[in-house]
């Protein structure tokens, strides 16, 4: 993936070359709302939309915007916003007709100018289970993180809180620069009560996220739960789709062993978001924190990989390794997540190739749109074209796969194998699930971890009594050998 | 094309890095991680591929229920306090430490990975498995296949790499 920069007018509007008529058109309308002179009231703003609307005079136009085109390098796109490096499992791919795996390894890097690195301007709401089984230390562990939280926003963020159970109740409306005493003092009213119904709360949760909604925040929700919602489920899916759609993140923490965490990460998946385990009342703060924290130091959002194979190949497994790990869904555009301001987003992707004929000289594994949103830029959207291009030759030199490479991945089965024991006793198929456990279980050993190898074999026992997975070491092991994958501060 | 685990047996696709059934590496590059030993070495040190004469196995002092007796040093190491000892050694910047250090044998000359061998102690047998050690684990002369369990008996000699070490279970 090549990087440079040119200051042109698809950039300047955020948009890719190939971009439509009605793309640009709704691109920049969407930048002279917020930088016309008449309603911005930064005076620099002026400047920009001069800019913009300078290039949205020249793309409008289908003939002037061919001649345009004509004075473009071929390959403009890639912006400086944004460092890409792509690392291969081989570089060169031997032409075969049977089919070959190849891994990539994708990392994305912040080049913040100084703007940048000053935090983002939220736009976050907590929406926080209060249904009976919240009652005691977890719900005043909830209390004491989410008043910690409130305390460390800037006066440009806005927060909401909202309170489910059956129904929710809008406990805080989105605002800012309000009364501190006053949100903790609601916060510490909260009283529990109820069953748990997720759909209420992401509904009311996602309202007020939508009455401020705008690129230039950090858009988000955070969802705290210990309980499996019945029945809404799938509802509550499409309102992770709807939140997709209008680049609003939900993240979720899940405390003890009720709560669903398939749903919650296919929901939060959907979004870029993350979910993680508070096995004990404990570990709520920390990790509620850690979460807010990652929001606070995003540096690009929403990046979107909208990618197209050829035939022959398929994209079979992406996982994002960092921030968060986690699986990622393949539905294109794959919802990246968050590009921090620091340690970089890097994903791992396993392509499959069905052949690559003799005489192939170059093979595409996948190329389209890199997109995201940068929230304290002017125009927060950003596209990047990318390709992902390796060269083949017949019987290339045998050469051992890069280590950084080998060691992602290397972390990353544990978790893959933990994922398909799991499917694997889901489909009944309880011998190979069991036989996956017992690798498992070395495998951990020699990862230095046997507090992790001994659930497993407790699990084991469990098993061969035939009783099922039990959800408390499901979770742990989940989300454990996810850790692994990305030990805290590397 | 596939690429055979050497663990399960599994076909993989060719280009895998680890095996898609039980999650072993399939290409071996950590030779720099731990000193290689080469085949020559192995012939005139000890016999090689031919059968060691085992040792009579020393009278154990210790009530540790399994130790490891140091063939070349006589030290007798007694395992104890808990159900599962890693064996490997300790090298400089390593986040993760075994539980019997061999480093004072020689260790790393003798082609001791740093996590090489587990052994656990179950009610009715000990096990022993190799953790994908660069230079392999031999039970009695016969070379083990990684990750998988192997029991374990009074007087086996077990060589690590090179190191030699006999396993000693109290006899009640």
């Given at each position: 993936?090549?990087?440079?920069?040119?200051?042109?007018?698809?950039a300047?509007?955020?948009?890719?070359?190939?971009a439509?008529p009605?793309?640009?058109r709704?691109?920049y309308?969407?930048?002279?709302?917020?930088?016309?002179?008449?309603?911005?009231?930064?005076?620099?703003?002026?400047e920009?939309?001069?800019?913009?609307?300078?290039a949205?005079e020249?793309?409008?136009?289908?003939?002037?915007?061919?001649?345009?085109?004509r004075?473009?390098?071929?390959?403009?796109?890639?912006p400086?916003d944004?460092?890409?490096?792509?690392?291969?499992?081989?570089?060169?791919?031997?032409?075969?007709?049977?089919?070959?795996?190849?891994?990539v390894?994708?990392d994305?890097?912040?080049?913040?100018?100084?703007?940048?690195r000053?935090?983002?301007?939220?736009?976050?709401?907590?929406?926080?289970?209060?249904?009976?089984?919240?009652?005691?230390?977890?719900?005043?562990?909830?209390?004491?993180?989410?008043?910690?939280?409130?305390?460390?926003?800037?006066?440009?963020?806005?927060l909401s809180?909202?309170?489910?159970?059956d129904?929710?109740?809008?406990?805080?409306?989105?605002?800012?620069?309000?009364d501190?005493?006053?949100?903790?003092a609601?916060?510490?009213?909260?009283?529990?009560?109820?069953?748990?119904?997720?759909l209420?709360?992401?509904?009311?949760?996602?309202?007020?996220?939508?009455?401020?909604l705008?690129?230039?925040f950090?858009?988000?929700?955070?969802?705290?739960?210990?309980?499996?919602?019945?029945?809404?489920?799938?509802?509550?899916?499409?309102?992770?789709?709807?939140?997709?759609?209008?680049?609003?993140?939900?993240?979720?923490?899940?405390?003890?062993?009720?709560?669903?965490?398939?749903f919650?990460?296919?929901?939060?998946?959907?979004?870029?978001?993350?979910?993680?385990?508070?096995?004990?009342?404990?570990?709520?703060?920390?990790?509620?924190?850690?979460?807010?924290?990652?929001?606070?130091?995003?540096?690009?959002?929403?990046?979107?990989?909208?990618?197209?194979?050829?035939?022959?190949?398929?994209l079979?497994?992406a996982?994002?390794?960092?921030?968060?790990?986690?699986?990622?869904?393949l539905?294109?555009p794959?919802?990246?997540?968050?590009?921090?301001?620091?340690?970089?987003?890097s994903?791992?992707?396993?392509?499959?190739?069905q052949?690559?004929?003799?005489?192939?000289?170059q093979?595409?594994?996948?190329?389209?749109?890199?997109?995201?949103?940068?929230?304290?830029?002017?125009?927060p959207?950003?596209?990047?074209?990318?390709?992902?291009?390796?060269?083949?030759?017949?019987?290339?030199?045998?050469?051992?796969?890069?280590?950084?490479?080998?060691?992602?991945?290397?972390?990353?089965?544990?978790?893959?194998?933990?994922?398909?024991?799991?499917?694997?006793?889901?489909?009944?198929?309880?011998?190979?699930?069991?036989?996956?456990?017992?690798?498992?279980a070395?495998?951990?050993?020699?990862?230095?971890?046997?507090?992790?190898?001994?659930?497993?074999?407790?699990?084991?026992?469990?098993?061969?009594?035939g009783?099922?997975f039990?959800?408390e070491?499901?979770?742990?092991l989940?989300?454990?050998?996810?850790s692994?994958?990305f030990?805290?501060?590397? | 094309?596939?690429?055979q685990?050497?663990?399960?047996a599994?076909?993989?696709?060719?280009?895998?890095?680890?095996?898609?059934?039980c999650?072993?590496?399939?290409?071996?590059?950590?030779?720099?991680?731990?000193?290689?030993?080469?085949?020559?070495?192995?012939?005139?040190?000890?016999?090689?591929?031919?059968?060691?004469?085992?040792p009579?196995?020393?009278?154990?002092?210790?009530?540790?229920?399994v130790?490891?007796?140091?063939?070349?040093?006589?030290q007798?190491?007694?395992?104890?306090?808990?159900?599962?000892?890693t064996?490997?050694?300790v090298?400089e910047?390593?986040?993760?430490?075994?539980?019997?250090?061999?480093?004072?044998?020689?260790?790393?000359?003798q082609?001791?990975?740093?996590?090489?061998a587990?052994?656990?102690v179950?009610v009715?047998?000990?096990m022993?498995?190799?953790l994908?050690s660069?230079?392999?684990?031999?039970?009695?002369?016969?070379?083990?296949?990684?990750?998988?369990?192997?029991?374990?008996?009074?007087?086996?000699?077990?060589?690590?790499?090179?190191?030699?070490?006999?396993?000693?279970?109290?006899?009640?």
């Amino acid at each position: 993936m090549a990087t440079g920069y040119l200051d042109n007018y698809y950039a300047r509007l955020g948009v890719p070359k190939s971009a439509t008529p009605e793309q640009i058109r709704s691109a920049y309308h969407a930048a002279a709302r917020r930088l016309h002179p008449d309603t911005s009231e930064n005076p620099d703003d002026t400047e920009v939309f001069l800019q913009i609307q300078e290039a949205y005079e020249t793309l409008s136009n289908v003939q002037r915007r061919t001649d345009y085109d004509r004075l473009l390098p071929d390959d403009i796109d890639p912006p400086s916003d944004v460092m890409v490096n792509a690392i291969y499992s081989r570089s060169v791919l031997p032409t075969m007709d049977s089919p070959q795996l190849v891994y990539v390894l994708l990392d994305l890097l912040s080049r913040p100018t100084d703007e940048d690195r000053k935090k983002p301007a939220l736009n976050i709401c907590l929406v926080l289970d209060t249904s009976t089984s919240m009652s005691g230390p977890r719900l005043d562990m909830v209390k004491a993180a989410a008043t910690t939280l409130v305390r460390s926003l800037n006066p440009e963020d806005y927060l909401s809180v909202v309170a489910f159970d059956d129904r929710a109740e809008v406990i805080i409306p989105a605002e800012r620069g309000v009364d501190l005493g006053r949100i903790e003092a609601r916060i510490s009213q909260l009283r529990t009560g109820g069953g748990t119904e997720i759909l209420q709360g992401l509904k009311a949760g996602m309202n007020e996220v939508g009455r401020n909604l705008s690129p230039s925040f950090v858009n988000q929700l955070l969802l705290v739960t210990d309980g499996r919602t019945y029945g809404d489920e799938a509802a509550s899916l499409e309102v992770g789709d709807y939140a997709a759609d209008r680049a609003i993140t939900i993240s979720g923490l899940g405390i003890g062993n009720e709560w669903n965490d398939e749903f919650l990460d296919a929901l939060t998946g959907k979004t870029g978001g993350t979910s993680s385990y508070a096995r004990r009342p404990d570990d709520i703060r920390r990790l509620l924190e850690k979460q807010f924290q990652g929001i606070t130091r995003t540096y690009a959002n929403n990046v979107l990989l909208d990618y197209k194979t050829p035939p022959d190949v398929e994209l079979r497994y992406a996982f994002r390794l960092s921030p968060d790990p986690g699986a990622l869904p393949l539905k294109t555009p794959v919802q990246l997540g968050n590009i921090p301001l620091g340690p970089s987003l890097s994903i791992l992707i396993e392509f499959i190739i069905q052949r690559v004929p003799e005489g192939t000289r170059q093979i595409t594994l996948a190329e389209g749109d890199l997109r995201l949103k940068i929230p304290t830029r002017k125009i927060p959207d950003t596209t990047a074209r990318f390709s992902l291009l390796r060269t083949a030759a017949k019987e290339p030199e045998v050469e051992p796969p890069p280590q950084v490479l080998v060691k992602a991945m290397s972390r990353l089965s544990l978790y893959r194998m933990q994922e398909r024991a799991r499917e694997e006793m889901e489909a009944g198929n309880v011998e190979k699930a069991t036989a996956r456990l017992n690798s498992l279980a070395n495998q951990l050993l020699s990862s230095g971890r046997p507090d992790l190898a001994h659930t497993v074999r407790l699990e084991l026992k469990n098993i061969q009594k035939g009783e099922s997975f039990g959800e408390e070491s499901k979770k742990q092991l989940k989300y454990e050998t996810r850790s692994l994958i990305f030990p805290d501060g590397k | 094309m596939t690429v055979q685990c050497p663990n399960c047996a599994h076909e993989n696709f060719d280009g895998a890095l680890f095996c898609a059934e039980c999650g072993t590496k399939l290409i071996s590059e950590d030779g720099l991680s731990t000193a290689a030993i080469r085949a020559t070495d192995t012939s005139k040190g000890d016999g090689g591929e031919q059968a060691a004469p085992i040792p009579p196995p020393p009278v154990q002092t210790s009530d540790a229920f399994v130790s490891l007796h140091v063939v070349r040093t006589g030290q007798i190491l007694p395992l104890v306090g808990r159900e599962e000892f890693t064996i490997g050694r300790v090298s400089e910047g390593q986040s993760i430490l075994p539980d019997v250090d061999l480093t004072p044998f020689e260790a790393y000359s003798q082609g001791v990975s740093r996590l090489h061998a587990t052994i656990r102690v179950a009610v009715d047998q000990i096990m022993l498995i190799d953790l994908g050690s660069s230079n392999g684990t031999r039970l009695n002369n016969d070379r083990l296949q990684p990750h998988r369990e192997y029991e374990l008996r009074h007087g086996d000699m077990l060589s690590l790499g090179r190191l030699k070490l006999q396993a000693l279970v109290r006899q009640d």
